[in-house]
């Protein structure tokens, strides 16, 4: 247990030292003021989403070949928290957006993608909860899990075709082409951080499961 | 040997629904049901019913898809016969494959009805897009009966099996959903499938996909 608290403290060292860099260190955004610090919070929280969904990905395919519990443990860990980074992800975009876009939500290609996949994770992780045997659930919800992460470029692919096709988009233009060093340096800094966060907290819920099934 | 497997359980599943009729009485008329339930939603205008065409079929046909594909494996819990496929010997993909030709057959039925069911209520003139719409309805049923019948296995054991299915399924076939209405929205358009080329492209990849997924994983749901 000893690593894991290690780990949260560096985690929450690096949470807080992401968070104090962002507000007081990473200059104003000459365009949208303020506001634009969320990203130090949306661009971190939507990579460790998608690392937590990778590795639910992998981690369902090796507990379909190996049939090893532990690999369904840690499927079930990283979906659970993939699942609040993107909640976190769909949450502070909308905060963004009222401000900058004048809207809480468009039917953006890169929004409704990380919407569907938010979605489709939820129903893995109610999967696992409907399915009452042990094994079954984990089994279930491998595939749903696999299904889930092979959806993406699918899921990728028509909602930027529907969406350029159909309409320009008007409200997402493209980000200014070069970001201010201290601005990328900030960035990494809480995208570091957050990953840390997230091995913490997967491995918190691990281990979690361990217990409850008495390991 | 394998397509002989896949096509005895075909004919096994065909046969029982040709002689009861149980599903697909009560599929063709929610299907029936849903049209007028789509008019009053939309109101007389023929104008509004006939842009949002595209749309309304493939919602009708996901939604009628719903209920019987989520049906696919509940005749197999009577009298054992999960049990049965489980010991069948051989590549039990074979069963996956033959569950998902039966869903195609019946996603096909389906369409053709629903079909008819706006050519005459809706008085649209459908001769132009048939060939194109045939296409396009071919492949999205592919793909929706794929993950269907897999999605139908895992929660054919599952208590809440009515709440889990739709939940698992739609956020899986959004994909399928947006391609098809896209796809039949430049058919009715322009009535050439040239311009929908590139979402014919994207349905047919996301169904071998589906396919590969399901015929790879299905052993693992039927032996849990």
């Known amino acids: 247990m000893k690593t894991g608290r290690l780990l949260g403290w560096v985690a929450a060292i690096g949470l807080l030292s992401g968070l104090s860099v962002g507000f007081l260190y990473a200059p104003r955004d000459a365009v949208q ?16 989403g998608y690392l ?24 079930a860990a990283s979906a659970e928290v993939g699942v609040v980074f ?12 009222k401000p900058t876009w004048g809207t809480w939500w468009t039917w953006d290609a890169r929004l409704t993608t990380t919407a569907l996949l938010f979605l489709i994770y939820v129903s893995y992780l109610l999967v696992r909860g409907m399915v009452e045997d042990r094994e079954r659930a984990a089994r279930f919800s491998a595939v749903v899990g696999i299904i889930g992460a092979i959806d993406i470029p699918i899921i990728h692919f028509s909602v930027q075709w529907f969406r350029t096709l159909h309409q320009p988009a008007t ?3 493209p980000q200014a082409p070069t970001m201010d060093a201290p601005m990328v340096f900030t ?15 997967t491995r918190m819920r691990f281990r979690l499961a361990e217990l409850e099934e008495g390991v | 040997m394998y397509l002989r497997r896949a096509w005895a359980v075909f004919w096994k599943d065909s046969l029982i629904e040709r002689r009861s ?5 009560g599929l063709f008329f929610f299907a029936f049901l849903l049209l007028f339930l789509f008019h009053f939603a939309l109101g007389p205008d023929r104008a509004r019913i006939e842009m949002a065409f595209p749309g309304l079929l493939w919602l009708g046909f996901l939604l009628t898809g719903l209920l019987g594909l989520g049906r696919t494996f509940l005749g197999e819990r009577e009298n054992d016969c999960l049990e049965g496929l489980v010991l069948a010997p051989g590549d039990k993909s074979a069963i996956y494959l033959g569950k998902v030709a039966g869903g195609v057959l019946l996603m096909l039925l389906l369409q053709v009805f629903l079909l008819l069911l706006f050519t005459v209520f809706y008085n649209l003139e459908m001769r132009k897009v048939l060939p194109g719409l045939a296409l396009v309805g071919a492949l999205g049923a592919i793909g929706f009966a794929a993950v269907g019948s897999l999605f139908a296995a895992i929660t054919a054991q599952v208590r809440a099996r009515e709440l889990l299915f739709p939940l698992l399924l739609l956020p899986v076939v959004i994909p399928l ?39 790879l994983t299905f052993e693992f749901i039927l032996e849990a």
């Open chain 1, 33 to 48: 003021g303020n506001v634009q610090r969320i990203m130090y919070l949306h661009v971190p929280s939507v990579l460790t």
């Open chain 1, 187 to 201: 960035l990494l800094l809480n995208v570091g951080a957050f990953i840390l966060f997230y091995v913490y907290l």
């Open chain 2, 177 to 215: 959903l947006l391609g098809a209405v896209a796809a039949t929205g430049e058919l009715v358009q322009s009535h050439s499938l040239s311009a929908a080329r590139h979402w014919l492209a994207l349905l047919a990849g996301a169904d071998l996909i589906y396919l590969t997924t399901g015929l």
């Open chain 1, 171 to 173: 409200l997402l233009r």
């Open chain 1, 52 to 75: 937590a969904f990778g590795v639910v990905f992998l981690a369902s395919l090796a507990y379909l070949f190996s049939q090893r519990s532990r690999w369904d443990r840690l499927a």
């Open chain 1, 86 to 97: 993107t909640g976190l992800t769909l949450v502070s975009g909308a905060v963004w957006g």
């Open chain 2, 21 to 25: 009729k149980e599903m697909a009485n």
